[in-house]
């Protein structure tokens, strides 16, 4: 069985808006399922603040533009 | 390619690993922040001193009208450009340059102990020149060095951690360089404007003789020179080398994070900034010393603001976020108003030109243009976006996700900044009529137009702080991600 997936498109919003609803997603996140953010910009920033709540985050280049960072909660 | 966020002046960037993409150890959030009181103290005092400049005015409104080269134009404008401009600045890049460049401020400490001798030095400058004490002056002025001093040194060693240039470091280190330049020159403006009775005189200790002769030597050397114009050339090394430059090197950055957009043409951005720089020096050299190719120099400089408009019009259509606030519509305005101001700089440096009362007249437009119009009006823009987000941050940084946040429009009023940025356009239509006519009712007027202005952004400034000492947060009453789907 495939691992659940949210998606949070943030592309077009202004800082700190991503940030913002990437966090609250995070916070809703129900156990098990991963959320992948489409982002305009690489979001370094968050690593140590997901860090703080448990989760862990990778990002890469999305084909079209901007980037996708899958976040996972720590194990 | 990985593009800071203004977030990051707060948070600063963690270490990498290489491979993988995550932070090489855990850190908390806070861990490297740098105090964001530093760069608000700075800018407190520069939007006070901005209020000042412009309540002066209100009371001496023949300031505007009469001709620029007299103590209180002198002391108002170094009020407005080193009160405001220069401390407005000096906050921000403490707070922004470590992000644009990626790295961590060499030296807090420094910037702390910056921050009173700023404060006593161009408080006693303004004074010393209201009254005209140039010898005071230039002792208030060492000590504005000894502070800009501190802040290069920050600055420089900041940068000397920067792998690679990039056009917006290179922005930087250009106002850096301009900075140094304009307060040396300051210093010698000073020196070549105070008497020195004690030279020669052998009751005189040895430790004092050495640098008054010293100053005495720069004063015989700047008396080859025509006032007027040593004046004007110190004036263009501040607002072009320090101010312009820096709107324009930080701007490259800062237009495309707000605006989801990206440099367009990265050569036509570092042509646009190589060309100032190079514009700027001759037009330093040629105002000094009353040289022909005045023109020319004018012409180098147009040609590099041509391409940073160009690029920035680039910048703008490319953007993918569509609406533009009020904050950024300021900012642009602001810089839309550079034309007017170069095709008046370029006219006004035409060889051979007699003073007149009309030229006069257009000299203090160009002056009164190029700081209330473009560096005034382009920093209250940029504050605007800057301001709430330190202060959302700083009050709601680890609430996020928590709790519901205020969003940033909602820290201040926008029918209050559309008014106030309204009332600034129209003091500055009406300051140039004023001036043209040389009515001082007119400048009156305008400097209460300013002053309406400043005291909207001042109640919007007070509401944005308020959410530091009494935060506005909700519990989440509703599914508060409303772009998420499963898939």
């Known amino acids: 069985m495939s691992t659940p997936v949210m998606v949070l498109d943030t592309r077009g919003l202004a800082p700190p808006e991503p940030m913002v609803l990437i966090l609250e997603a995070l916070s809703t996140l129900p156990s098990g399922t991963v959320l992948h953010a489409r982002t305009d910009r690489r979001p370094m920033h968050l690593y140590p603040m997901i860090e703080e709540r448990g989760f862990r985050g990778e990002t890469t280049p999305a084909p079209d533009q901007g980037f996708i960072t899958v976040f996972l909660r720590n194990a | ?487």
């Open chain 2, 1 to 487: 390619m990985h593009e800071p966020s203004l977030l990051q002046a707060v948070v600063p960037r963690p270490a990498m690993n290489a491979t993988t993409s995550q932070p090489a150890g855990p850190k908390p959030a806070f861990a490297n922040a740098p105090d964001v009181t530093i760069p608000l103290r700075f800018m407190v005092v520069g939007v006070i001193s901005l209020l000042l400049s412009v309540i002066i005015l209100v009371a001496h409104p023949e300031v505007l009208t009469s001709y620029h080269y007299n103590q209180h134009v002198v002391a108002i404008t170094h009020l407005l450009v080193l009160g405001f401009g220069l401390s407005v600045v000096t906050g921000a890049m403490y707070q922004l340059v470590p992000v644009v460049l990626e790295t961590r401020l060499h030296s807090e400490r420094l910037a702390r102990w910056h921050f009173p001798i700023h404060l006593v030095s161009v408080a006693g400058m303004v004074w010393m020149f209201w009254i005209w004490d140039m010898k005071q002056v230039g002792h208030f002025g060492s000590g504005l060095a000894v502070g800009v001093g501190l802040f290069v040194w920050n600055l420089v060693r900041t940068l000397r951690q920067v792998r690679g240039w990039t056009v917006i470091s290179f922005g930087i280190a250009s106002t850096v360089f301009w900075l140094v330049a304009v307060i040396v020159a300051g210093l010698a403006v000073s020196a070549g404007k105070s008497t020195y009775e004690l030279v020669g005189r052998p009751d005189v200790s040895p430790l004092l003789a050495l640098p008054l002769a010293g100053l005495k030597a720069t004063a015989d050397f700047l008396s080859r020179f025509e006032p007027l114009a040593v004046m004007h050339a110190h004036a263009h090394l501040g607002v072009l080398g320090v101010f312009i430059l820096l709107i324009i090197g930080v701007g490259y950055r800062l237009v495309p994070m707000f605006l989801i957009s990206d440099i367009q043409n990265p050569r036509r951005a570092w042509a646009s900034l190589w060309i100032l720089n190079i514009g700027l020096a001759a037009t330093f050299l040629t105002i000094l010393l009353q040289h022909p190719w005045k023109p020319v120099a004018a012409l180098v400089v147009i040609a590099g603001l041509a391409l940073y408009g160009a690029e920035l019009f680039a910048i703008v259509r490319a953007r993918r976020r569509r609406s533009l606030d009020w904050g950024l519509r300021g900012f642009l305005a602001s810089q839309a108003l550079l034309i007017p101001v170069a095709l008046l700089g370029l006219a006004l440096a035409r060889p051979g030109l007699v003073l007149t009362e009309a030229v006069g007249q257009l000299e203090n437009t160009y002056g009164f243009l190029a700081l209330f119009g473009v560096v005034a009006f382009a920093i209250l823009g940029m504050l605007y976006k800057i301001l709430p987000f330190l202060v959302w941050f700083v009050a709601y940084g680890r609430e996020v996700g928590r709790a519901r946040t205020p969003a940033l429009h909602e820290m201040y009023s926008t029918p209050l900044q559309i008014t106030g940025l309204g009332f600034w356009v129209a003091g500055l239509t009406l300051g140039v009529a004023a001036i043209l006519l040389a009515n001082t009712t007119l400048s009156r007027l305008t400097a209460l137009l300013l002053l309406l202005s400043l005291l909207l952004f001042l109640v919007n400034a007070g509401r944005i702080l308020s959410h530091l000492v009494r935060p506005r947060t909700q519990p989440f009453s509703r599914p508060n991600h409303p772009v998420l789907s499963t898939l």
